[in-house]
């Protein structure tokens, strides 16, 4: 069985797959992550290897707490990558970006790929019919447009995530939504009837924290799969183990 350890910058999610099937999911605080990786392996004896992939600040005591449990090993560019990797700078693409592309290779093989993961930031990650990874776009998430109004401003409040009834804000409230979330939905459209113009077989992916919140949205037909990340590192695992 395996162990998939996703590290953000403030949660962190716990999977055990056996094979490709998700048997257990646990999301808690990073602060508490000793406490809960072990409580998962003490759940899961059968537990033998995993992966870990951190965006976040990981201690690596932290992971070779977990080696002397079980074999680990940790996502970043040098593993065996089931894609060939384009990207001008592979040092610098994220481990998240490169297990939703190992996910897309599993699920969509041979097919052009789009894979939207709507999170902090948004990302866009494009694989085509011949398994190589071109590249993308990264823009900023609901939560972090918010924020920011709020932050580089004087006067403009930090509200709460919510739909928006129509585009034109009668309020600075209503403003705010529409500008955000109609600004969000506009661009992911945008981008992808962009790709759709180059690649008419084009299958897209959304995934991430606000993907439920986008996916009945948009205008474009979508995968929505919340659990992409996770399936992207459980394949990388499994293909490193071969």
């Not at 409580?39 to 290897?49: A, C, M, R, S």
Request: glycine fraction near 6%; charged fraction near 25%.
């Amino acid at each position: 069985m395996n162990l998939i350890v996703d590290v953000g910058n403030t949660f962190v999610k716990f999977a055990v797959y056996k094979q490709s099937k998700l048997i257990e999911k646990v999301v808690g605080e990073l602060k508490n992550f000793e406490n809960l990786v072990f409580e998962v392996l003490k759940d899961h004896p059968d537990i033998n290897q995993g992966i870990v992939s951190s965006v976040g600040k990981l201690e690596k005591s932290q992971i070779k707490a977990i080696e002397t449990k079980i074999k680990v090993i940790e996502l970043s560019h040098k593993l065996e990558l089931p894609f060939k990797n384009l990207y001008a700078t592979p040092k610098t693409l994220g481990v998240d970006r490169i297990a939703l592309v190992s996910a897309s290779v599993e699920q969509f093989p041979d097919n052009n790929v789009l894979i939207i993961d709507a999170g902090t930031c948004i990302t866009y990650d494009f694989i085509n019919t011949k398994n190589e990874y071109l590249g993308g776009a990264i823009s900023p998430g609901i939560r972090l447009r918010y924020r920011t109004l709020n932050d580089l401003t004087a006067n403009l409040p930090l509200l709460e995530t919510e739909i928006p009834q129509e585009i034109l804000g009668n309020s600075t409230e209503n403003s705010i939504h529409s500008g955000v979330v109609f600004g969000v939905l506009k661009e992911i459209d945008g981008v992808i009837d962009d790709y759709v113009k180059e690649y008419s077989d084009l299958t897209v992916i959304l995934t991430g924290g606000d993907a439920k919140f986008l996916s009945n949205q948009l205008k474009n037909s979508i995968f929505a799969n919340s659990n992409f990340l996770l399936e992207g590192l459980n394949f990388i695992l499994e293909y490193n183990s071969k």
